[in-house]
């Protein structure tokens, strides 16, 4: 396996679904949290670059670590938009890491935009809209 940027732990919470595109890692720093990926065949279109899906996933996910992160855990939330612009491609091999800034948390919604950085270039920017599902607890 290709190693792992300094900083980079494997992901400590979870999901089916973050286990099956996995494996992800994260960074934590007093400005917020990034989450990173090699990516692997298994991540790739016919054209051998990391599909769409799997950077749309990395992405939400990303958010919503970095926007659950920013309240300290104590908000459940539930992504309720997410948009994706494509601005490049990753290649297998490649390391593709998140670069987040919540905007704000609010008492319903919370705000947050973020990079998707591989090869030292931006290949996809989102921003999502987080609800909050309930008080974590």
């Known amino acids: 396996m290709a190693s792992v940027p300094q900083g980079f732990q494997p992901l400590a919470r979870l999901s089916p679904f973050i286990e099956l595109i996995g494996p992800v890692f994260e960074r934590r720093r007093e400005d917020g949290v990034s989450l990173g990926l090699h990516v692997?065949?298994?991540?790739?279109?016919?054209?051998?670059?990391?599909?769409?899906?799997?950077?749309?996933?990395?992405?939400?996910?990303?958010?919503?670590?970095?926007?659950?992160?920013?309240?300290?855990?104590?908000?459940?939330?539930?992504?309720?938009?997410?948009?994706?612009?494509?601005?490049?491609?990753?290649?297998?091999?490649?390391?593709?890491?998140?670069?987040?800034?919540?905007?704000?948390?609010?008492?319903?919604?919370?705000?947050?935009?973020?990079?998707l950085v591989a090869a030292g270039k931006r290949v996809v920017r989102a921003s999502a809209i987080f609800a909050v599902a309930s008080k974590a607890g």
């Not at 599909?51 to 104590?74: E, F, R």
């Not at 091999?93 to 998140?98: D, K, L, N, V, Y």
Request: proline share 1%; hydrophobic share 45%.
């Open 40 to 115: 692997a065949p298994k991540h790739a279109n016919r054209r051998g670059m990391c599909h769409g899906g799997v950077l749309a996933s990395l992405a939400d996910i990303a958010l919503g670590y970095a926007v659950a992160a920013s309240t300290g855990g104590k908000v459940a939330m539930v992504t309720a938009s997410l948009t994706i612009d494509y601005a490049g491609s990753a290649k297998v091999g490649e390391w593709i890491e998140s670069e987040v800034e919540v905007q704000r948390t609010g008492s319903r919604l919370a705000f947050a935009n973020c990079y």
